[in-house]
């Protein structure tokens, strides 16, 4: 750096007096910024301030990540390469009944011996589910009139069958208790059509409080013994298939860091009757989403977006970011399900069913998977033991070869097989397409031209090219979130689940904060991108699986009502 300003100070000599001050100082200010370029190795993309280095050092976030990050927002990521849509024997495999009943059987006598999770992503708030109501209070603040609003949609999730049906809803009894202790009468409000205040009692926190809570925290199913919160429903489900020989069951729920106190208090003081009712004892643990997964927000021009102090405005990660959280628990066979998929005792037998045969399957598979494992480290394999690997990869496992893998010598072909196999395993429940959403299976290309099933989401394909939106009308199910993992590698210890991820698959999206507009950025979602690199088996499962609750209106479908 010191002879560049010497040559710059010659150089100087040939200018005016009056200017060489102006243009040293621009030269030495453009030169510290190259030399701390060259020698500290820091690209400062938008000359990001001492603030903004103290705030990515404070969320645990590598400055190179968040130059990633932009990078991501100039370029965009690449759409999905669509080789097929995975059906019924091209991807997705079916259990006959008998099969079910053995697997379950096999799952019953075997997991005992593994340590099992019930892995529950729960930090999504309420707030989304009451969409309806809320635009409901602001027709009628805008026209006062609040029975001709009522009058113009009658569908389902419309406000008018909120009202109409509000018994039938199981908080419905909380709701009247509160607005007595508020000398209401909830009976005369329904009488006298004042639904304003209705709805004030059900969203804010002088009621229940439901815009500002979790969905984990609302009452979605009426019993005899009382009400319960979806959260109490799946621990009644994890007894049913996750206690282990010595009746501990292990759920792990994410939250959101602002409900994490409620929430665990909540269920602490529901546990008990759980554990008494399966005789059981529940190993309750929570986690936040990382402050590290956290993502840049850019304006339009893709410079950093910055609030009325200056300083960088962060986004959360999505639920890929909770890929981090899966990676710190210590089970072995970790079932994955939203905290919104549940229903009443009475539908659960077929969930159990299910549960039991997939984790069946997945302890049948990992085992063959260890023994092949272990006979590939040795080296010293037949060709009949090569060739049963091969067909095992191909057949149970839907691995795809491509030619050159017949042109590999006996050691490349153990070592690609090796590879291939060492790696953790998901078997995704998948339910017939009838109109629900949620990513797809498919065949896909990744960058290097390999073939793989993967979960795919619509905002990953490229509609406009007429070949990819013909494979994606020809798939004939969805993934409804339904997954049983092994996480462990044939020696026992954990995979880094991070190594396994796929990061071109993120998402950009379009948002705005304080009337601004701004971009958004997603990490590969949990069940996509962030388990790309993971041996992957489809299975096909009952529609009575999956029955989310998107909205409040959802809790009206006689899925979630009593007989």
């Given amino acids: 750096m010191y002879l560049e300003i010497n040559q710059a100070l010659k150089n100087a000599n040939k200018i005016p007096d009056n200017n060489k001050y102006w243009i040293l100082l621009l030269v030495y200010l453009s030169l510290s910024i190259t030399s701390a370029k060259k020698y500290l190795k820091i690209n400062f993309p938008f000359m990001f301030n001492a603030n903004d280095l103290k705030i990515f050092q404070s969320k645990g976030i590598d400055i190179k990540i968040i130059e990633q990050q932009v990078e991501n927002f100039k370029k965009g990521f690449p759409f999905i390469d669509l080789v097929d849509a995975a059906t019924v024997k091209n991807g997705i495999k079916v259990f006959t009944e008998a099969e079910i009943d053995k697997l379950q059987k096999f799952y019953n006598k075997n997991f005992g011996d593994y340590e099992v999770l019930k892995f529950v992503p729960a930090s999504g708030a309420a707030s989304r589910m009451f969409k ?330 490229n509609f406009t090219d007429p070949n990819q939106k013909k494979i994606f009308e020809k798939s004939t199910h969805f993934n409804p979130v339904d997954l049983v993992c092994y996480v462990r590698n044939f020696k026992g210890d954990p995979f880094d689940l991070r190594d396994f991820i796929d990061p071109s698959t993120g998402f950009i999206s379009n948002k705005s904060k304080d009337g601004r507009e701004l971009k958004a950025q997603e990490l590969p979602g949990l069940w996509n991108g962030a388990m790309a690199d993971w041996i992957t088996v489809f299975i096909e499962v009952p529609i009575i699986t999956f029955n989310p609750v998107k909205t409040i209106n959802d809790l009206l479908r006689k899925e979630h009502q009593p007989a």
């Fill in 132 to 461: 309806t109501l809320f635009e409901y209070i602001d027709q009628v603040e805008k026209s006062n009139a609040s029975n001709d609003v009522l009058e113009k949609d009658k569908g389902f999730n419309s406000a008018h069958n909120f009202f109409t049906n509000l018994k039938k809803f199981a908080f419905y009894n909380d709701l009247m208790k509160i607005m007595e202790e508020n000398h209401l009468n909830l009976e005369n409000l329904i009488k006298d059509k004042d639904y304003k205040t209705i709805v004030d009692f059900v969203l804010n926190n002088h009621g229940l409080g439901y815009a500002s809570k979790p969905k984990a925290m609302l009452k979605f199913h009426d019993y005899v013994d009382g009400a319960r919160m979806s959260m109490e429903e799946h621990l009644v489900e994890s007894a049913n298939y996750g206690a282990n020989s010595d009746g501990r069951v292990a759920v792990h729920f994410t939250v959101s860091p602002e409900h994490a106190d409620s929430f665990i208090d909540e269920i602490n003081l529901v546990k008990d009757k759980y554990e008494e009712m399966f005789d059981v004892i529940y190993e309750l643990t929570f986690s936040v989403q990382k402050s590290s997964t956290d993502t840049i927000a850019v304006d339009l021009n893709n410079k950093p977006f910055r609030d009325e102090s200056d300083n960088i405005v962060f986004r959360p990660g999505g639920h890929g970011a909770l890929i981090e959280n899966l990676n710190d628990r210590e089970g072995e066979i970790i079932f994955i399900k939203n905290i919104d998929n549940i229903v009443p005792d009475r539908l659960k037998e077929t969930t159990y069913k299910y549960k039991r045969a997939l984790g069946g399957y997945l302890i049948e598979l990992h085992d063959k998977i260890v023994e092949y494992l272990e006979l590939l480290e040795d080296g010293s394999l037949s060709d009949n033991e090569l060739k049963k690997i091969i067909h095992f990869c191909h057949d149970k496992l839907f691995i795809q070869f491509t030619g050159e893998f017949d042109t590999f010598s006996t050691i490349e072909k153990i070592d690609f097989l090796y590879t291939k196999l060492d790696r953790p395993i998901r078997l995704c429940g998948m339910v017939k397409n009838e109109g629900e959403p949620g990513g797809g299976p498919f065949w896909v290309k990744n960058s290097m031209g390999e073939t793989s099933l993967q979960i795919v989401e619509s905002s990953q394909i």
